[in-house]
C-alpha cells in the first residue's frame, strides 16, 4: 500500500479540542517497515493503527517503548507572530545498534492514549545493519515553515 507524510485529520480535530499538550505529553516515534501492507496518512488515527506493519522488535528498537521517544524536554511548541504560525520543534531520534528497514514513521502521542499526530514517509527504504539509524526531524526556520508540525494561518 503506502505511506503518505501528513498531520493526522484526528490529532487536527483533537488539537481543537485539548487532547494533546505537545509540550508537556510524550511523544515516540514508531518505524513503518518497508513495503507495508497498510495504507498510513491524513487517516490514521492511532499507534494501534500500525499492526503487522511496525517494524519487529530486534536489537535496541522495540514497539511502543519509551527507547522511542522524543524527549519530552526538548520538544517545544513555538509561534511566530508576523506569520502568524504555531509550530513544534522535534529533536532528532537516533536508535543504536539496530538491523532494520523502514519506509516511513509515525509520531503519535502516549500521553493521549497513543492517538496519532504525524505520518512521515522517508522517500524510501532506509536500512542500517548492526549499526544506528537516525531520523532527521527539520530544523524549524525563524517563522516555523519548515517545522513537521504546524498550524499555519489560512491565507
Known amino acids: 500500500m503506502g505511506i ?6 484526528t490529532f487536527k480535530q483533537e488539537i ?3 487532547t494533546h499538550a505537545l509540550g508537556t505529553h510524550q511523544l515516540r516515534v514508531a518505524l513503518i517497515k518497508d513495503s507495508p501492507s497498510g495504507t498510513f496518512d491524513k487517516t490514521t488515527a492511532n499507534y494501534s493503527d500500525l ?3 511496525e517494524v519487529a522488535t530486534g536489537g535496541n528498537y522495540t514497539r511502543d517503548n519509551s527507547a522511542n521517544n522524543l524527549t519530552t524536554g526538548s520538544v517545544s511548541v513555538s509561534h511566530d507572530a508576523t506569520s502568524g504560525r504555531a509550530y513544534v520543534d522535534l529533536p532528532d531520534l537516533t536508535f543504536n545498534n ?3 528497514s523502514a519506509d516511513g514513521c509515525l509520531i503519535y502521542n502516549t500521553g493521549a492514549s497513543s ?6 514517509d522517508f522517500g524510501g527504504t532506509v536500512s542500517a ?3 544506528d539509524l ?19 494561518t489560512p491565507s
Open 16 to 18: 481543537l479540542q485539548g
Open 4 to 9: 503518505t507524510t501528513s498531520l493526522c485529520t
Open 115 to 120: 492517538k496519532a499526530v504525524a505520518v512521515i
Open 129 to 131: 545493519t548492526a549499526g
Open 134 to 152: 537516525t531520523i532527521e526531524f527539520p530544523a524549524p526556520t525563524a517563522d516555523g515553515s519548515a517545522a513537521i508540525i504546524r498550524l499555519d
Open 51 to 53: 499492526g503487522s506493519d
Open 98 to 100: 539496530v538491523t532494520l
